[in-house]
């Protein structure tokens, strides 16, 4: 059973940098996606960025040149280095595990980012 483990959120003030971390355990094959989503209160969940195995990214427009989405596949772990927050960034902030051969994909708990003012 694959399971992620989401951790580094927190609280900051406006222009200041969190790093979310997000492990996977158990046995997860080639060819897999990982990503961090996010939800603001009363919104959708909203892509932030994904990466392959083989290190292309996605990013959404919003985020290019603040956000920069990392992972170490011997760790089966993603990161995600956010600079530059601002207020409008306080979501819960999801990863997501996907396997897109075997059409199988898991998410995370969340773990809340805060920005104040």
């Known amino acids: 059973q694959v399971q992620l483990v989401e951790s580094g959120g927190g609280s900051v003030q406006a222009g200041g940098s969190l790093r979310l971390s997000c492990a996977a355990t158990?046995?997860?094959?080639?060819?897999?996606?990982m990503g961090w989503y996010r939800q603001a209160p009363g919104k959708q969940r909203d892509l932030v960025a994904t990466?392959?195995?083989?290190?292309?990214?996605t990013y959404a427009d919003s985020f290019k040149g603040r956000f920069t989405i990392s992972r170490d596949n011997a760790k089966k772990t993603v990161y995600l280095q956010m600079n530059s927050l601002r207020p409008e960034d306080t979501a819960v902030y999801y990863c997501?595990?996907?396997?897109?051969?075997?059409?199988?994909?898991?998410w995370g708990q969340g773990t809340q980012v805060t920005v104040s003012s």
């Open positions: 997501r595990l996907n396997e897109p051969f075997r059409g199988r994909e898991w």
């Open positions: 990466m392959t195995s083989s290190g292309s990214t």
């Open positions: 158990g046995t997860i094959f080639g060819g897999t996606i």
